[in-house]
């Protein structure tokens, strides 16, 4: 049994508190294809290959953490763009993306995942570091204190499992009481993470100047990729889709990136 676009979308929206952020993108509905869906597909930025295997999958609605609209919007239909949005509009898919708001949800977000996936202690954790006038960062411990060393491996399997091996800048303590995060590339919150008493700090991917701050900040900085730090937001979205809108097909796809 199908069901109207605007009813997952409305869900959505009102799931992740859309009209409370200010943000780098436009929140929700981007791209309109077919009224009805009947297969969904999550993943973490829209890009050729993420559609590719929607499509295969029959894919009506895909809903990602990176949209194809940034900014002032998009100037110039040509190149990459125009090539993504022949795709979805030649085949009907709409485009939703929920970026911020996917960041910060206390049940659904990329930060909550990676705090549960490194395994942070649930009780404790708060949010700290402003970003367009929300704290989107999130601190937290481990339910005993770990030795740097110890604390880096922990995340590494968290994240990463075998695939790759993090950036490490170890200008920490050499234990590690109070963990700070973001998602993405929130290497700017790093000063705000060392202000909130953490002794290490986890982001996926940093500006050149990163390094040498945490030196000076004495924080132990952990860079452990862009896209394998917010594949848990899109994750979870599936899940909740599935258990709010039994009838449909929905899936996760990953399109796996180092960066």
């Given at each position: 049994m199908t069901v109207h676009l605007r009813d997952v979308v409305a869900y959505l929206d009102a799931t992740l508190e859309i009209d409370r952020f200010k943000d780098y993108a436009p929140n929700g509905l981007q791209v309109e294809g077919a009224p009805?869906?009947?297969?969904?597909v999550t993943g973490v930025s829209a890009n050729t290959q993420l559609f590719e295997r929607a499509l295969?999958?029959?894919a009506d609605l895909i809903v990602?953490?990176?949209?194809?609209?940034?900014?002032?919007?998009?100037g110039r239909v040509t190149?990459?763009?125009?090539?993504?949005?022949?795709?979805?509009?030649a085949n009907g898919v709409s485009l939703a993306a929920y970026h911020l708001p996917l960041d910060k949800h206390a049940r659904l977000?990329?930060?909550?995942?990676?705090?549960?996936?490194?395994?942070?202690?649930?009780?404790?954790?708060d949010a700290f570091g402003d970003v367009k006038g929300h704290a989107l960062g999130l601190a937290?411990?481990?339910?005993?204190?770990?030795a740097r060393d110890e604390a880096i491996a922990r995340i590494t399997a968290g994240v990463l499992g075998q695939r790759a091996a993090p950036f490490v800048f170890p200008y920490g303590p050499e234990i590690v009481r109070k963990v700070g995060l973001c998602t993405g590339a929130a290497g700017d919150l790093l000063e705000a993470a060392a202000q909130h008493g953490c002794d290490l700090y986890v982001t996926g991917e940093l500006a050149e100047r990163a390094a040498e701050l945490a030196r000076e900040l004495q924080i132990t900085l952990v860079a452990a990729g862009h896209y394998a730090t917010e594949v848990f937001?899109?994750?979870?979205?599936?899940?909740?889709?599935?258990?709010?809108?039994p009838s449909l097909s929905v899936h996760f796809v990953g399109v796996p990136t180092p960066i």
């Amino acid at each position: 049994m199908t069901v109207h676009l605007r009813d997952v979308v409305a869900y959505l929206d009102a799931t992740l508190e859309i009209d409370r952020f200010k943000d780098y993108a436009p929140n929700g509905l981007q791209v309109e294809g077919a009224p009805e869906v009947d297969t969904i597909v999550t993943g973490v930025s829209a890009n050729t290959q993420l559609f590719e295997r929607a499509l295969e999958l029959g894919a009506d609605l895909i809903v990602v953490h990176h949209g194809l609209i940034w900014g002032g919007g998009i100037g110039r239909v040509t190149g990459p763009t125009a090539a993504r949005l022949r795709q979805l509009l030649a085949n009907g898919v709409s485009l939703a993306a929920y970026h911020l708001p996917l960041d910060k949800h206390a049940r659904l977000g990329n930060n909550t995942g990676l705090a549960d996936a490194i395994g942070l202690a649930l009780d404790g954790r708060d949010a700290f570091g402003d970003v367009k006038g929300h704290a989107l960062g999130l601190a937290g411990a481990w339910p005993q204190p770990l030795a740097r060393d110890e604390a880096i491996a922990r995340i590494t399997a968290g994240v990463l499992g075998q695939r790759a091996a993090p950036f490490v800048f170890p200008y920490g303590p050499e234990i590690v009481r109070k963990v700070g995060l973001c998602t993405g590339a929130a290497g700017d919150l790093l000063e705000a993470a060392a202000q909130h008493g953490c002794d290490l700090y986890v982001t996926g991917e940093l500006a050149e100047r990163a390094a040498e701050l945490a030196r000076e900040l004495q924080i132990t900085l952990v860079a452990a990729g862009h896209y394998a730090t917010e594949v848990f937001g899109p994750q979870r979205v599936a899940d909740e889709l599935r258990m709010q809108f039994p009838s449909l097909s929905v899936h996760f796809v990953g399109v796996p990136t180092p960066i």
